[in-house]
């Protein structure tokens, strides 16, 4: 089958990072064509070269055998080549519709045609199966919401030859990713070409037909995905073999650190449990359950109309996100971009943020600062590793790994991880994972908010389940494996 898209010797510089090294990538028609790789690795450099948010330093790009360049992602569009990342795009103020249909409004004359756009905007949503009405506001959805919203900006463009799909399900439910990979056989089938770019390996052996890995900016192999085992992609990926994907759990607990009495606000209703000091607690359910309004309001983000929180055996008046911090609260928070960084601030910035009164003498003390963010960025494995670089450059993974860096800083009792490895890949998961046991094993409590059943499994000591802000089932200790926690989600079990 002949290429549509082919990359050859595309080389790629910033300021102190090799992001792509002469990198070779083709892409047929009606192909799904996976990307993989470490964060870093430069698979979101090279899509944002092809859909010309970025410019290349040297090589070419050709499309049907003629070489083009795009200055920018609407030349990229008009030449049908759509881009989804994992970083929404989205006006939060908008309507869906207005979302959808942005720089494409359906016009009458010199004034916008409301009503057929948001006719047209309610067939698509219907045909997707997305929960949410054109004319809703995308700042009142949710994260699973927003992104299919994300994908339907780009697939109802009739041009559409090459679609770039980055992390796509990171924030979608098993039943959603079900609707969007039957979408994907539909592009397929209509010959349009997919380039998918995914750290859960079990899908990219699900959906795609070759497969190529990046690691540290070059290319290492391109190969069919049925000749792959995930064990294969993951030893190609990191450079060595991963044999264990969860670190052993800590099993000795102390003290009743954190209670939480009959809490009710917006999306829950209700919840009671307690967490012991080196306690690793799941909270999972199906998208819309109430965990994140959950551990927002324990954080003080937002507020709960009744119930009670005690931290370490006295009750805790837990407002605001200051009163929280000083109480030893940490939230690492399911949207980093929104609300764990400020993207135009440097690392080492970041990395203080919640430590700034215990370094500043009265004024900042910036060289204490500089030492202990090279330290994280050293412990976390942070690249590039110069706490100099604004945020805004790095990539999700890092970006997260700096938020993580800035609790440990903190040295919190208790952590709040909501979605902690959305959009990680697996070696950089595998660290986090020993990072929260690490810290469970100091005698911290660890809650983990997280739709992937695996993780909540490997990882947390006991589990709740919620659905639709209610618990529903608590499961403990040996119990605490995929079959009951997927059981208790489905509703088979209490």
């Not at 002949?2 to 992001?19: C, D, H, N, R, Y």
């Not at 993951?234 to 009495?261: N, R, S």
């Not at 009792?413 to 909501?418: N, R, S, Y």
């Not at 209610?470 to 995929?482: D, F, M, P, Q, Y």
């Amino acid at each position: 089958m002949a290429a549509i898209l082919e990359v050859t010797g595309v080389s790629k510089q910033f300021p102190g990072v090799l992001a792509l090294d002469n990198i070779d990538f083709e892409v047929e028609e009606g192909e799904v064509h996976a990307l993989i790789g470490e964060n870093g690795a430069g698979k979101s450099t090279l899509v944002k070269i092809i859909t010309g948010a970025y410019q290349k330093d040297s090589g070419t790009i050709s499309i049907n055998g003629k070489h083009v360049s795009f200055a920018t992602p609407g030349d990229a569009l008009a030449a049908g080549i759509g881009g989804i990342y994992q970083e929404f795009s989205l006006v939060n103020t908008m309507t869906v519709a207005e979302n959808i249909f942005l720089g494409q409004q359906p016009m009458r004359g010199v004034a916008i045609d409301w009503g057929r756009m948001n006719k047209e905007a309610g067939e698509l949503l219907n045909r997707f199966g997305v929960n949410a009405s054109p004319t809703d506001l995308v700042e009142a959805l949710g994260m699973a919401t927003r992104q299919m919203i994300e994908i339907l900006k780009v697939v109802h463009r009739e041009n559409l030859k090459i679609l770039i799909m980055d992390e796509p399900t990171s924030s979608l439910s098993d039943a959603e990713a079900k609707i969007l990979f039957e979408f994907i056989k539909a592009l397929k089938a209509a010959h349009v070409s997919i380039i998918y770019i995914s750290h859960r390996l079990d899908e990219i052996r699900l959906i795609s037909d070759r497969v190529t890995i990046f690691k540290n900016g070059a290319k290492v192999t391109t190969q069919n995905a049925d000749e792959l085992t995930i064990d294969d992609m993951v030893t190609q990926m990191i450079g060595a073999e991963l044999k264990e994907h969860y670190p052993q759990k800590c099993t000795i607990f102390g003290e009743q650190i954190l209670a939480v009495d009959g809490l009710s606000g917006k999306g829950f209703e209700d919840i009671c449990f307690t967490v012991r000091a080196g306690e690793v607690l799941g909270i999972t359910g199906l998208v819309g359950a109430g965990k994140t309004e959950l551990l927002e309001a324990i954080f003080g983000g937002t507020r709960f109309t009744r119930g009670k929180i005690q931290v370490g055996g006295k009750a805790a008046r837990l407002r605001s996100p200051q009163q929280a911090i000083a109480a030893g609260l940490g939230l690492l928070p399911e949207s980093r971009k929104e609300q764990g960084l400020v993207l135009g601030l440097t690392g080492a910035h970041n990395v203080s943020l919640a430590s700034l009164d215990r370094i500043s003498r009265p004024l900042l003390d910036l060289a204490s600062e500089m030492k202990t963010a090279a330290e994280s960025y050293s412990r976390l494995e942070i690249r590039p590793n110069e706490p100099r670089t604004r945020v805004v450059s790095l990539s999700g993974g890092n970006q997260q790994k700096v938020v993580l860096a800035k609790w440990l800083m903190r040295d919190c009792d208790v952590l709040l991880f909501d979605e902690p490895t959305r959009g990680i890949d697996v070696g950089a998961k595998f660290q986090i994972y020993s990072i929260i046991v690490e810290l469970a094993k100091q005698g911290k409590v660890v809650i983990v908010s997280s739709s992937e059943i695996d993780e909540i499994s490997g990882i947390c000591n006991r589990v709740l389940v919620m659905r639709r802000g209610k618990k529903t089932a608590e499961i403990l200790g040996e119990r605490v494996n995929r079959e009951n926690v997927l059981a208790a989600i489905s509703g088979g079990i209490e």
